[in-house]
């Protein structure tokens, strides 16, 4: 069993004792402490509307009804969008001019997970600041409810219809082009909301869907995350039907990951990539990826006469980086694209649509478009340490270590290496003495070796 409190929300496994997984206790709990967070928030508003929407695993209608009932029980009106996409409750929020929204997912974990992803008045993830000021109201039971006269109110509303359209109505994306081509895809929507709303997108836009795994019965038929080892079965069944793309999304549809016509992983960090070299093309701006996505975005940017900026590892760092810069395109390398003019969220619908636009445009094959994009490789690891030791003095020692490359320390630290095109990536856990070492380079053999090579380094500087 297992529960993970933080700013970000609480997420855990569905069964078990209070403290050891997700019980009703802990979402009513947060639930009660994010409404009187809202309520502050909104001091002007006689009530406070919260929107609610949930991806479609098995434990998530009774999530969905203890939140809101507890969010009428706290005096605030709920509009309850039912099944419905990540980014489609984020622009729900806007939509409905609610002052703050809650969805009911555990993205892409197992199906015995769910979580509570927390929104403000912008459809957008709640601040360090604001999730710290939750956490006390908790630590304190600090909790408002009202009396019967002034208990909230329900309503139900979907906003699949209004999300579609803004994607549709996008100026980047040239639905009539795509119409022309004619295309034949494969959806995977591992059995939750994407079984929904992808296939009415690609109707729209003229594409035969073919459909696999998307009922949403939230009985995931693979493990949920979008990785190529999980999408064995689309890859088959694109050669199969001979498709001109795979599409995969996560359960609740804020990551999009693609295959090719020969079966062959588009590769999740590029994505973003081809999403970024479309807009880049039509609008002159920065980009910004997280510190452990690929250095083909800021390539592709470059090419662009684009400036790149990276932020700490997370949608609202990313969010936030993207402000303060202002830029036009941005995301996370595992397949999550963030439009702003759009919205300040992964949103997988305009990445199909973007990227359908794009290949549209190119009048190439998939494959074909991914060869114009330069070639990185990644290695992910871990290492764990004894209880006793100081991780970040360990992390000061890599930074003495190589203080003749260009460093960041703004989360973990970042080298990254000029002239070879590689880079390492070292972030500590907030839980457990684990460092988590991200390495990438023009070949897998030099990311590996990198890799090794930091490890080797930690243990001799921990004397493990």
């Not at 457990?432 to 990311?447: D, H, T, V």
Request: net charge negative; charged share 25%.
């Amino acid at each position: 069993m297992s529960l993970i409190k933080s700013i970000a929300g609480i997420r855990g496994t569905i069964g078990g004792k209070p403290g050891e997984a997700l019980t009703p206790l802990d979402i009513v709990k947060f639930t009660s402490a994010y409404a009187k967070l809202i309520k502050s928030q909104h001091p002007e508003c006689n009530k406070v509307k919260i929107v609610v929407g949930r991806d479609a695993r098995i434990s998530g209608e009774m999530v969905d009804s203890l939140v809101c009932g507890t969010l009428m029980a706290c005096g605030a009106d709920v509009v309850n969008c039912g099944l419905a996409t990540t980014p489609t409750v984020e622009m729900g929020v806007l939509f409905a001019g609610a002052q703050g929204g809650i969805i009911c997912t555990a993205s892409h974990n197992p199906v015995q997970w769910n979580a509570l992803k927390l929104l403000n008045s912008k459809g957008e993830f709640l601040s360090a600041s604001e999730g710290q000021e939750l956490i006390k109201y908790i630590e304190n039971e600090n909790y408002d409810f009202v009396d019967i006269f002034s208990l909230g109110v329900i309503s139900r509303e979907s906003f699949d219809r209004r999300h579609i359209e803004s994607v549709l109505a996008h100026p980047l994306v040239d639905p009539e082009i795509i119409y022309r081509k004619g295309f034949k895809v494969v959806l995977d929507a591992v059995n939750s909301v994407g079984g929904i709303v992808v296939p009415q997108l690609l109707a729209e836009l003229g594409v035969q869907c073919v459909e696999l795994h998307c009922e949403p019965t939230g009985n995931f038929a693979h493990n949920p995350e979008p990785l190529p080892q999980n999408l064995t079965e689309l890859s088959a069944m694109v050669k199969e039907s001979e498709a001109d793309l795979g599409i995969s999304v996560d359960p609740d549809v804020d990551r999009l990951v693609l295959i090719c016509e020969n079966g062959e992983p588009f590769g999740e960090e590029y994505t973003l990539t081809a999403v970024a070299d479309l807009v880049l093309s039509q609008r002159r701006g920065p980009a910004v990826s997280n510190m452990s996505s690929s250095r083909a975005l800021r390539d592709v940017a470059g090419r662009h006469g684009c400036e790149y900026f990276s932020s700490a590892v997370g949608e609202v760092n990313v969010v936030a980086q993207m402000k303060s810069v202002g830029a036009v395109i941005g995301g996370e390398g595992n397949g999550g694209v963030i439009l702003p003019d759009l919205h300040y969220g992964r949103d997988a619908l305009i990445g199909i649509a973007l990227f359908l636009t794009l290949l549209a445009q190119k009048d190439k094959k998939a494959s074909e478009l991914r060869r114009e994009f330069p070639d990185y490789f990644m290695s992910k690891n871990k290492i764990e340490l004894s209880e006793n030791i100081d991780v970040d003095s360990i992390l000061d020692a890599i930074k003495s270590e190589y203080s003749g490359e260009k460093i960041s320390d703004i989360d973990g630290v970042k080298v990254d290496f000029e002239e070879s095109r590689s880079w390492i990536h070292l972030r500590k856990s907030n839980t457990e003495p684990i460092i988590r070492i991200f390495s990438e380079a023009p070949s897998q053999e030099i990311a590996d070796k990198l890799a090794e090579s930091i490890l080797n380094k930690i243990k001799k500087i921990a004397g493990e």
